[in-house]
Structures are given as C-alpha cells and as structure tokens.
C-alpha cells in the first residue's frame, strides 16, 4: 500500500501565509527523501488559516524543488476553473517535469457565501451538480486530442487524473474510469459504500484499466499514544474553530487548546473533528492500517495530517515511512 502526502499549507501562529507556503516546499523534499510516492497540495479560497489557493502555482514550485517524488493537487476545484485552462496549466506542468504530475479533481466551492459569490457562483448546489462530470470529460478531452479546441501543450501527454469523491464523486470516477480518491468525511460505513459501488460500476477507460483506490486521512506517529493523539488537537481545534465561527484559524499549540475553557457546541465539534484518523506508536498505526487495507482495499493511502509543531508532523511522517507493512 503505497504512502503519499497531502499538505494544505496551514499557517501557524506566528507563522503568515508566506512562510506557511516555504514549509510547505520544504516539507516536499523532505518527504521525498523519505521515500513518499506523491506530494499534492490543496485549493482554498478566502481561508485566513490557509496559504495553498492556487494548486498549480504551488506544485510548480514543489517539482522544480524535487526530483522523483510525483506531485499534482488534491485538488484543483474544477467548478472554479474552465477545463481549458486547467489543460493548459497541467499540460505545462508535465512539459516542465514530465511522467511526474497528477490532476486530482474536486467539486467542492467556497466555504462561505461571500467566497462563493467571488468565485462567481450563487450557491454552493449551483457548483456540485452533474456539470462536474461533463467538466472533467471536457478537461480529458484536450489530453486526448479530441475536443474542437486544442489545448497545448496538452494533447497527448499522459497526465494522470484522479476524482476526489464528495457527494456523487465515486460514481463519476466509475463511469470515467479514473481512479478514486476518498476519505471518510461521512463516516467508514459511507466510505466502504461508495468504494464498493466505484469497484462494482468501474468502467476500464484508457485512464485506468482497473479501479484504484487512495484513502485520504490523517495520520499521526509518537513514540507514545498521547503524543501522537496531541498531533491531532491543533487541526481539530480548527475545524470546530472554523464550524463555530465560520473561518480557520492559524494553528495553535496542542497545550494553549487542551487548556481552553470551551463552550459545548465547540466541545462537541472538537470531539467529532478527532474521530475517525488512525494515531498512536508505530505498532499500534501499522495495525491500525493493515486493518483499513483489509476493509476497504486501498491500493495508497494519501497521508492529510497537520499540527502546529513541524519538527514533530516530520518526526510522524519519518516514523510512518519506516513502517515495512505500509511503506512504498
């Protein structure tokens, strides 16, 4: 089971959105050097507490500053976007560093209504409809020399495409035959559902001759329970942060948050946010894993853990990596 990365760019306190981006092209060949299989990063609009907005600049800056490790984006969201232009920016990106970049393609649109509105859209149903399919075929379009227009430097480069499932996004990677990326946004019962309706409905494309599934989820390593459990809180505190009062914040030290005197509805959306990722020593992530590849079957597994200490998220992605049961 293949391990890859996903990072969002997350400010820190005392850390701006700049520099937030410098780690993030640091943190690259780092892992690179730890034997990770690809290195993605993220499209966010209007979101204080995250730098990474525009996916194709920044993979651009983390190719040129890497050398084997495949980088692409998880993902560029293409209801922001016309498919031309996103073929034209991964058409330059695999002719700057060919056989080494992938397009993960999302539907999802900005987190408030006013983003939404800058992004030229009414609501957030007006983006997630069936459209996204029709887009991401136009976008494979171009990559096989098919449409009316061309797209250079597109046409016929191979540039893997992935779909990121939200709502009905496993059943357009099935019926394109691209490969699934999926995390358990919904709870594991959903998860495995839509992974077992991808596999059964999955039509054999010249993308992908046979399903392929990467489980997108975070991920924490400690020599200690607790410490790969207090990982976790700064990312956490963020989303129930974030669901209280409708933006990230930077994040924050796990001792200042365990320390708040939070308020019940925060309490119980700091509580869900921690659910759900797999953490603790090696031994106890290494069985942890080989149980979610015995359930669902994931080919890889696409690593999304942020924290406010980087020297200890290195520390947990080091200790992943030495793992022989998940490691490739």
């Known amino acids: 089971m293949k391990l890859s990365v996903l990072d969002r760019s997350r400010t820190r306190t005392g850390v701006g959105h700049a520099e937030a981006l410098r780690e993030t092209v640091a943190f690259a060949r780092a892992v690179e050097a730890l034997g990770y299989h690809r290195f993605w990063v993220s499209e966010h609009h209007g979101v204080p507490g995250v730098?990474?907005?525009?996916?194709?600049?920044?993979?651009?800056?983390?190719a040129a500053a890497t050398s084997r490790i495949r980088v692409g984006t998880g993902g560029v969201m293409l209801p922001n976007h016309r498919p031309l232009v996103v073929a034209e920016q991964f058409g330059v990106l695999d002719s700057l560093f060919p056989g080494r970049i992938d397009m993960g393609l999302g539907r999802s649109v900005g987190f408030t209504e006013p983003v939404r509105r800058a992004l030229g859209r009414v609501d957030a149903s007006s983006a997630t409809s069936?459209?996204?399919e029709e887009q991401v075929g136009e976008l494979l379009s171009y990559f096989a020399d098919t449409a009316a227009v061309r797209a250079y430097p597109a046409p016929g480069r191979a540039v893997p495409a992935f779909v990121l499932a939200t709502g009905a996004g496993a059943g357009v990677a099935a019926r394109l035959g691209l490969p699934l990326v999926i995390g358990g946004f919904r709870g594991e019962e959903a998860m495995l559902s839509a992974i077992a309706g991808y596999r059964s409905s999955f039509r054999p494309s010249a993308w992908a001759a046979e399903p392929y599934v990467v489980v997108s989820l975070a991920v924490a390593v400690a020599s200690t329970t607790e410490d790969a459990w207090r990982l976790l809180v700064p990312e956490a505190w963020s989303m129930a942060y974030s669901r209280t009062r409708g933006e990230f914040p930077a994040l924050r030290a796990p001792e200042d948050i365990l320390s708040l005197a939070m308020r019940p509805r925060e309490r119980q959306y700091f509580e869900?946010?921690?659910?759900g990722h797999v953490f603790g020593t090696p031994t106890e992530v290494a069985k942890a894993l080989d149980g979610l590849r015995a359930r669902?079957?994931?080919?890889?597994?696409?690593?999304t853990t942020s924290t406010h200490d980087r020297a200890a998220l290195l520390d947990s992605y080091r200790l992943l990596a030495d793992l022989p049961a998940v490691g490739g």
């Open 130 to 132: 069936d459209g996204f």
């Open 296 to 303: 669902t079957g994931a080919d890889e597994v696409l690593v």
């Open 51 to 62: 730098a990474g907005s525009a996916p194709t600049v920044l993979a651009a800056a983390v």
């Open 272 to 275: 869900e946010s921690l659910r």
